[in-house]
């Protein structure tokens, strides 16, 4: 299980294995061919979840143009501007 690797598959492969090792789970009579697939399961829906945390909607925006995912730049950027307002994307 320790050489099980999620992070050289895309976000596709992830989801077709995350299918996959849930049927297969479903599927498995044996006690031990459980736990190895629950765990590599796991493995890849932590890495699901990994990747949504790191997707670009969290970016904020300014009317200027400026963008970050970094709320205490943001705020910083509009402190320095004050006549800069957030912008919200539609
Ligand atoms: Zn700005």
Do not use: W
Request: aromatic share 6%; proline share 4%.
């Amino acid at each position: 299980m320790r050489d099980y690797s999620v992070r050289g598959l895309s976000a596709g492969e992830l989801e077709r294995a995350r299918r996959e090792l849930a049927a297969s789970l479903a599927l498995s009579r044996s006690g031990a061919l459980s736990a190895v697939t629950a765990g590599q399961l796991g493995a890849v829906e932590a890495e699901l979840a990994a990747r949504k945390d790191e997707s670009p909607t969290g970016i904020l925006f300014c009317g200027c143009g400026y963008g970050t995912d970094n709320p205490v730049r943001f705020d910083a950027h509009l402190g320095n501007n004050s006549d800069h307002e957030p912008y919200d994307q539609p």
